[in-house]
């Protein structure tokens, strides 16, 4: 099975990624790289840490993205890529089971289309995805679940197999919602899959952990990720409410949220944000 992993770095050297660092160090090397540096300053070319890398895998690539470019764009492009039967994307600060890949290919089935590991929170070991029904649910390895359940997880060691991208592709529809570009794009492909399950069968197999660092887990409150929850949120309400009246209630109480704490300036934001559809950088 031809696999390609993506790594997304973002404001890190190749050698500061603990991802990296950690597929540097498995044995598994059955896969295709592709280092997505999204800004906001260039790789070092030629380090030492790139030729170890070329040095254990076949084929290493990196793109650079600048300008910070949207998520879902990077993920959508990256699916295009028809040659490959497996794509697995991971953030740059992940820790992976040690048995990550092995697991993948020995709990596989015909059936999957969509592989996607537990995820533990790095600083206090609790499980936080998958979310199911907004729940933290636990699942066996090798346990299959139907995309009609409503389950949400992170986009760090999502593993989607080209059944899954052939599905999409009949119904005119990419996995990755565009309209986000930071917050929200992960749980967008699981929203569209609920969404067109009553038109195809969507199976989600749990298998592995990861460890990750999770910034909705911190008690600091940052006004740059409030700003950003709040782009997603108003996106989310405009296309993922359960009908109008749902939606507009919904913005009008976000709203008011912002207004009872006095950032009068993210009430803007919101209703910006609602009325685009879409993320400024979208």
């Not at 890398?53 to 990077?74: C, F, G, R, T, W």
């Not at 409410?241 to 006095?262: C, D, G, P, T, V």
Request: charged share 25%.
């Amino acid at each position: 099975m031809k696999t390609i992993v993506t790594v997304i770095l973002y404001n890190k050297q190749l050698d500061e990624s603990k991802t990296l660092l950690q597929l540097l160090n498995m044995d598994y090397q059955n896969y295709d790289l592709v280092v997505v540096n999204n800004g906001p300053y260039e790789i070092t070319p030629n380090c030492d840490f790139m030729s170890l890398l070329m040095d254990k895998l076949a084929n290493v690539d990196i793109k650079e993205y600048l300008e910070n470019k949207p998520l879902s764009h990077i993920y959508n492009l990256i699916l295009k890529n028809k040659c490959y039967d497996r794509f697995i994307f991971l953030d740059d600060d992940s820790t992976l089971d040690t048995l990550f890949f092995t697991k993948l290919d020995a709990y596989y089935k015909d059936n999957v289309d969509l592989q996607i590991p537990l995820i533990y929170e790095i600083t206090d070991n609790n499980l936080y995805y998958p979310l199911i029904k907004a729940k933290p649910t636990f699942l066996d390895d090798g346990e299959i679940i139907s995309a009609r359940q409503d389950i949400l997880s992170i986009g760090s060691g999502v593993v989607i197999y080209k059944k899954l991208v052939d599905k999409f592709n009949k119904l005119n529809l990419e996995l990755f919602d565009n309209r986000y570009a930071l917050y929200g794009v992960d749980f967008s492909l699981f929203r569209r899959m609920k969404l067109m399950s009553q038109r195809e069968d969507f199976n989600i197999q749990i298998v592995s952990y990861i460890q990750h660092s999770l910034s909705r887990t911190t008690n600091e409150v940052n006004p740059w990720r409030h700003k950003e929850r709040l782009i997603d949120s108003a996106i989310s309400i405009r296309f993922y409410s359960k009908n109008l009246f749902a939606s507009i209630l919904r913005i009008i109480k976000l709203a008011l949220k912002e207004i009872m704490a006095f950032r009068l300036r993210n009430v803007a934001i919101v209703l910006s944000t609602y009325f685009s559809g879409k993320h400024p950088r979208c």
